[in-house]
């Protein structure tokens, strides 16, 4: 039963006005310039990973912190700012949000050791937190036709995967020119000028009906999410069976289960839970997550390949990934499309298979592998599966969703995204470190230390992008041979990981293409009835399986 406690008188409306066909589009690339920052903060760093890790000292485990900061607070806070958004406005938020990262770049610009880079790390998760959740919400209100809808959020699904793609361009572009500092100086402008359109092109929404501010479910949503991604980025390090492990995922497990009660008997719940009892919701939300396991670990494990591997400046490795780019921006839109005329299941199914092959090829990448061929390949389909999945199961999820509860369901949406991709990077990050050690360590030990210094032991110990700077470095005559040898079983090793790697993506994402088969509805959702649905404020007593229709 709810609890009885008083809800506040509902607020007045305030979805957006009615703009004009000129006007929807502006705000929508305003909309999307501001995910293109957040969402290239995710990503770009990666490519600044060598220059940390030679700069500030930092071993596999603390390169893996400065990309998992961003995320471990990015995913734990999208559930209470969606929340936020529809309660006290999304354009509001956003911009506090924008506000927010420009403030907490200067932190990352100015850092002197790796401490701070990763506290500013972390910071600018939370802000970021705060912009995602409302990107997507506001389209929603904006956007009331369904086809409109369908082609804002493939701009918007086009936009998010562009942005993870093209992240290691734009980090060598500027890595070319200016020193690590510059992928946290370029977010500051940028952030400004982006907050001064918002300000004028896009207007406010927020939910029309509100109750008490659910404290204890924000509270709880973010104890379970943070905790579960922290011991996640922190069990490869620790052991998946270790005492520390096991605590934190109970202790998760606890959290969300205390949530999903406390949300089914509140009467103004952060989330509305009876949204998973809809196919198209929770289905689509499991293959976005596994899409992103698959993606965020293929993109990890590439960044080694290429600058490890293949011995790729920055800006060389960005250049080589952008075919992954523009098959996510070509494949994006044009399957959100294809979705409405045949359905969102044939055309998921369809992804997570193409997804699987791709990852497949990549896995079959050996030493001497050339570009033009296996690498390219795997590329392409890894970029194109993505960009099929993440379109139409979008645009799924956010129709089953109610204009007021826009902003929540855009962070469920977001959630499953940033879960899946720090699975993926924590997952496959630690099946390759895992084979790569026990492979190279052995070699590594047996060289005298007058050959190499402790310290450079330890780093080529844990991860392939020291052949960075083994080659760079003046070899002694009688190590030279020793030497290639080692640099050659280092790049092996990392290769026989991903090989490893990339048998547990297929298998995950054959597995979710087969649930999605059988348990999502195949015919096409009636549009009036996605459209009566949307528009109710709240909708706990209407009969879930019409979406279904």
Not at 88 to 102: D, K, S, T, Y
Not at 140 to 146: K, L, P, S
Not at 236 to 251: D, N
Not at 443 to 470: C, G, H, Q, W, Y
């Amino acid at each position: 039963m709810p609890h009885s406690s008083v809800a506040e008188p509902a607020a007045p409306a305030t979805h957006p006005p009615a703009l004009s066909g000129r006007g929807k589009w502006l705000a929508l690339v305003v909309i999307c310039a501001a995910e293109l920052l957040v969402v290239l903060d995710n990503t770009v760093v990666n490519v600044a990973l060598p220059s940390l890790g030679v700069q500030l000292h930092a071993g596999f485990g603390g390169l893996q912190w400065v990309v998992d900061a961003y995320t471990l607070t990015f995913a734990g806070l999208l559930l209470a700012f969606g929340h936020l958004g529809d309660r006290f406005g999304r354009r509001r938020v956003m911009m506090i949000g924008l506000a927010g990262v420009a403030v907490m770049s200067v932190g990352g610009a100015l850092a002197t050791d790796l401490g701070q880079v990763i506290a500013a790390r972390a910071a600018m998760g939370v802000f970021a937190a705060a912009v995602f959740p409302a990107t997507l919400a506001m389209i929603i209100n904006i956007f009331t036709d369904v086809r409109e809808r369908a082609i804002a959020i493939a701009a918007w699904t086009a936009m998010a995967g562009f942005a993870i793609a093209i992240g290691p361009t734009a980090g060598g572009w500027l890595l070319e020119h200016f020193s690590w500092h510059s992928v946290f100086w370029v977010n500051i402008p940028v952030a400004v000028v982006i907050m001064a359109f918002t300000r004028s092109l896009v207007p406010e929404s927020k939910a029309a009906h509100v109750g008490r501010l659910d404290v204890v479910g924000i509270a709880l949503s973010l104890l379970s999410v943070t905790t579960l991604v922290w011991t996640i980025i922190e069990a490869p390090k620790l052991g998946w069976l270790s005492a520390t492990s096991l605590v934190g995922f109970v202790f998760a497990v606890v959290c969300f289960a205390v949530f999903i009660r406390w949300e089914m008997r509140t009467s103004s719940p952060v989330l509305n839970m009876s949204l998973f009892r809809i196919r198209r919701f929770s289905l689509p939300a499991v293959a976005i997550m596994v899409a992103y396991f698959s993606m965020f670990g293929f993109l990890f494990m590439i960044t080694q390949y290429f600058q490890g591997v293949m011995e790729l400046s920055p800006l060389q490795f960005g250049l080589h990934s952008l075919p992954f780019a523009v098959a996510i921006a070509v494949g994006a839109p044009l399957a959100t499309l294809i979705a409405q005329k045949i359905g969102t299941t044939a055309v998921i199914v369809f992804g997570l298979v193409v997804m699987s092959i791709g990852m497949f090829i990549a896995g079959q990448v050996k030493v001497e592998t050339t570009y033009v061929g296996p690498v390219l390949v795997s590329m392409v389909l890894m970029g194109l599966g993505l960009a099929i999945v993440q379109g139409p199961a979008t645009e799924s999820i956010m129709s089953s969703v109610a204009l007021d509860e826009a902003g929540a369901g855009s962070a469920v949406n977001d959630t499953t995204r940033e879960a899946g991709g720090t699975l993926g990077v924590a997952v496959l990050g630690s099946v390759v470190a895992s084979v790569y050690t026990t492979k190279v360590g052995p070699r590594i030990d047996a060289i005298p230390d007058f050959l190499m210094t402790p310290n450079e032991k330890s780093f080529a110990r844990e991860s392939v992008i020291a052949v960075l700077e083994m080659v760079k470095r003046p070899t002694n005559p009688a190590f030279a041979q020793q030497k290639a040898d080692l640099i050659y079983a280092m790049k092996s090793a990392s290769l026989e990981g991903f090989a490893l790697a990339s048998y547990v993506t297929v298998s995950a994402s054959l597995f979710v293409a087969v649930a999605v088969a059988v348990f999502l509805p195949w015919k096409p959702a009636n549009e009036s009835v996605l459209l009566a649905w949307n528009s109710s404020p709240r909708h706990p007593e209407r009969k879930l399986d019409d979406i279904d229709v």
